[in-house]
């Protein structure tokens, strides 16, 4: 088929064909004696693909390499582009619900004073700017790509604070007791690395999710677990629909947000709960007063009362449990 053929079956611009040529995406065949471009249908597919991946938003160059993937029948890669778009459009999704969340306040205020004064656009539009710079901070400090291969064998080194496998495992199977799942239930596991925590629900049969901000620890969960479902994904930005959960869990994540962070991952864990929902948070912990337990610029350890607090002004019953001199528990039930 030529290229006006090709354009019109598949909807699109001979302009935008060009376009994809230019950008190394297709190489169509050319007719020596006149250089007209004639496409098969291995060409024409491709060309289906780039036009299926750019709806989605994947950029031009990133297409390139999901092209290459999927030629060398590489799924997991294939799967890992789709997925960090994913992610990616959850963010800008979050983003732009804060937005009309900042408009439906100001119609409410003009509701309520039938007037709106310019410092308060002023004030609620930086309040807006405020929360999404907040959210847009996040990024891995920590190297997890790097660790993900021996994070199982060096978590003592990674998190010197557990101080015993012992505490590790007696944290984690206190949490999967307070959260009593039943059959039926789908909980998300919000840092799931290589699923140390989701595959004690796994084993009971429980569904579960998981999500993380690393590459790396995804693949090493889906070895040990291949049958959770993880997509990547963060505290600030987790890539599900709203009450989509009836329990969601982290363990030892929650101390590398920072404290103005953490607010926004308690809304958003407050989002995907479902009424009646639970969640469990095992972290490194202060009883009370005070933001840090070491002087590592990437850690800074959640004050537990202030924690418990925030649960209590979202309405939620919530006991907690002290492991260790660094390790607590905090459980709460929306109500």
């Known amino acids: 088929m030529k290229i006006n053929e090709v354009a019109k079956k598949l909807n699109i611009s001979a302009r935008a064909i060009r376009f994809y040529e230019e950008k190394g995406l297709i190489s169509p065949e050319k007719q020596k004696?006149?250089?007209?471009?004639?496409?098969?249908?291995?060409?024409?597919?491709?060309?289906?693909?780039i036009i299926a991946l750019r709806e989605i938003g994947i950029?031009?160059?990133?297409?390139?390499?999901?092209?290459?993937?999927?030629?060398?029948?590489?799924?997991r890669e294939v799967k890992h582009y789709l997925d960090l778009q994913r992610a990616t459009m959850y963010t800008q999704w979050i983003e732009l619900k804060?937005?009309?969340?900042?408009?439906?306040?100001?119609?409410?205020?003009?509701?309520?004073?039938?007037?709106?004064?310019?410092?308060?656009?002023?004030?609620?539009?930086?309040?807006?700017?405020?929360?999404?710079?907040?959210?847009?901070?996040?990024?891995?400090?920590?190297?997890?790509?790097?660790?993900?291969?021996?994070?199982?064998?060096?978590?003592?080194d990674v998190f010197p604070e557990i101080k015993q496998t012992e505490h590790y495992e007696q944290s984690l199977n206190t949490a999967v007791e307070w959260i009593s799942p039943n059959k039926g239930e789908v909980g998300l596991d919000i840092g799931v690395g290589t699923g140390n925590f989701a595959g004690k629900f796994v084993s009971k049969s429980i569904k579960i999710k998981g999500i993380d901000q690393s590459k790396e620890m995804l693949k090493q969960c889906h070895i040990k677990?291949?049958?959770?479902?993880?997509k990547l994904g963060n505290f600030l930005a987790v890539p599900f629909s709203n009450n989509e959960f009836d329990f969601v869990i982290s363990s030892f994540t929650y101390h590398h947000l920072k404290d103005e962070?953490?607010?926004?991952?308690?809304?958003?864990?407050?989002?995907?709960?479902?009424?009646?929902?639970?969640?469990?948070?095992?972290?490194?912990?202060?009883?009370?007063?005070?933001t840090s337990l070491s002087n590592e610029k990437n850690k800074q350890y959640t004050n537990r009362s202030v924690l418990l607090k925030q649960l209590h002004n979202k309405d939620y019953i919530t006991i907690h449990q002290q492991i260790n001199e660094f390790i607590h528990i905090v459980y709460g039930v929306r109500r």
Not at 62 to 68: F, G, N, P, Q, T
Request: proline share 3%; charged share 30%.
């Open 33 to 49: 004696e006149n250089a007209y471009r004639i496409f098969n249908e291995k060409d024409i597919l491709r060309l289906q693909t």
């Open 59 to 75: 950029p031009i160059q990133e297409i390139k390499k999901v092209l290459s993937n999927m030629e060398q029948k590489d799924q």
């Open 98 to 156: 804060q937005q009309l969340d900042t408009i439906d306040e100001m119609m409410d205020r003009l509701n309520d004073n039938s007037s709106l004064e310019l410092e308060e656009i002023f004030e609620l539009a930086e309040g807006s700017k405020r929360l999404s710079t907040i959210r847009k901070q996040w990024s891995d400090q920590w190297g997890f790509d790097q660790l993900a291969p021996s994070f199982d064998q060096r978590i003592l």
């Open 225 to 230: 677990y291949p049958q959770l479902e993880t």
């Open 261 to 290: 962070q953490k607010m926004l991952a308690l809304e958003e864990v407050h989002r995907i709960l479902k009424p009646h929902g639970r969640v469990c948070i095992v972290d490194f912990m202060l009883k009370d007063g005070g």
